[in-house]
C-alpha cells in the first residue's frame, strides 16, 4: 500500500494535499494520513509544514537518482526495439550520434518477409535518412557540421530547410521513402535522457515499397513512450 503512494506522489507534477492524494489512492483520509506519515518518517516523502503539502522526500530522490545512474537509455531501448521487430513487418533498431554520424548500434530483423542491407555497426546519411534528420533537428548544428565532413560524398545529400527540422522537432518523428535505399521507408522517433538530452534514435525499415502506415508510426511511438517510462526520460509526442 506505501509504495501505492510513494508511486502516485513519483508521477505528480506538483505536492499534493491529503484529500487529493486519498482520491488518487482510492483510500480514506485516515488511512492515506497513516501511510504518508509513515513515509514522511522514513524520508520517502515530505510534508510542508506551512501548506501541508505532500512531496517526494530526500530518500526518495536519492533511491531515484542512483536508478537513473544504473540506467541505460540505449539498453533500454534495444530491447523494445528487439521486441518491437517481432511484432511487426519492419527490422529496427537503435542508432547512437558518433563522430562520423548516426551509427546503428542494435539491429533486429523483422519475424516477417525482410530485404534490407542495412546492419550492425553501419553509419546513416545525415540528409538521406529518416535518423539523420532526427538527429539533426536535436543536436548542436555544429556537431552535424563536423560529421558531415567526415561522411563520404555519395552519403551527402541536399541538407533539410529549418521548416523541416522544426517539422521534426514538433512531431519528434521522422519518415523518408526511397532516400536511403531505393523501396526503403525509414521511420525515425527520438529518445531522450533522463537529463531530457538526446540519447539515440529508434529507427524501422519497411521494404519493397511498403510505405509506413499509421500502425507501424504509432507501435515506434509506443515503443519510446515505454522507453522513457523505464528511463525516466521526456516523451514529446503525443
Same mark, same amino acid.
Given at each position: 500500500?506505501?509504495?501505492r503512494?510513494?508511486a ?6 506538483? /505536492?499534493? =494535499?491529503?484529500?487529493v492524494l486519498?482520491?488518487r ?5 485516515s488511512?492515506?494520513?497513516r &501511510?504518508a ?5 522514513e524520508g ?9 503539502? &505532500?512531496d517526494?522526500?530526500?530518500? #526518495? ?5 542512483a ?5 541505460? #537509455?540505449?539498453?533500454v =531501448? #534495444?530491447?523494445h526495439?528487439?521486441?518491437?521487430a ?20 542494435r539491429? &533486429?530483423r523483422s =519475424?516477417y518477409?525482410?530485404?534490407s ?7 546513416l546519411?545525415?540528409?538521406n535518412s529518416a535518423?539523420?534528420?532526427?538527429f539533426?533537428?536535436?543536436l /548542436? ?14 552519403? $551527402?545529400?541536399?541538407?533539410?530547410? =529549418?521548416?523541416t ?8 518523428f ?9 523501396e526503403?521507408?525509414?521511420q #525515425?522517433? /527520438? ?12 529507427t ?10 499509421p500502425?507501424? $508510426?504509432?507501435?515506434l ?6 522507453v522513457?517510462?523505464?528511463t525516466?526520460?521526456a516523451? $514529446?509526442?503525443a
Amino acid at each position: 500500500m506505501a509504495a501505492r503512494f510513494l508511486a502516485i506522489l513519483a508521477n505528480s507534477e506538483e /505536492p499534493l =494535499a491529503l484529500s487529493v492524494l486519498a482520491r488518487r489512492a482510492g483510500t480514506g483520509s485516515s488511512t492515506t494520513h497513516r &501511510y504518508a506519515q509513515s513515509l514522511v518518517q522514513e524520508g520517502l516523502a515530505r510534508q510542508d509544514p506551512i501548506s501541508g503539502l &505532500y512531496d517526494l522526500g530526500p530518500t #526518495a530522490l536519492s533511491i531515484g537518482i542512483a536508478a537513473l545512474k544504473r540506467m541505460d #537509455a540505449v539498453e533500454v =531501448a #534495444a530491447r523494445h526495439m528487439k521486441q518491437l521487430a517481432g511484432r511487426i513487418a519492419a527490422s529496427g533498431g537503435v542508432a547512437i550520434w558518433t563522430e562520423r554520424g548516426p551509427t546503428l548500434v542494435r539491429w &533486429y530483423r523483422s =519475424a516477417y518477409f525482410s530485404i534490407s542491407s542495412l546492419g550492425l555497426g553501419d553509419i546513416l546519411p545525415l540528409d538521406n535518412s529518416a535518423s539523420g534528420l532526427v538527429f539533426q533537428a536535436f543536436l /548542436p548544428a555544429s556537431l552535424i557540421d563536423a560529421a558531415r565532413r567526415r561522411q563520404p560524398d555519395p552519403f $551527402r545529400g541536399a541538407p533539410p530547410s =529549418a521548416a523541416t527540422l522544426d517539422e521534426v522537432r514538433e512531431a519528434c518523428f521522422a519518415e523518408l521513402t526511397g532516400h536511403l535505399l531505393p523501396e526503403i521507408t525509414g521511420q #525515425a522517433v /527520438p529518445v531522450f535522457d533522463a537529463q531530457q538530452e538526446l540519447a539515440c534514435v529508434i529507427t524501422t525499415v519497411t521494404n519493397l515499397g511498403q510505405a509506413g502506415t499509421p500502425d507501424d $508510426r504509432s507501435a515506434l511511438f509506443e515503443t519510446a513512450k515505454a522507453v522513457a517510462r523505464e528511463t525516466g526520460g521526456a516523451a $514529446r509526442f503525443a
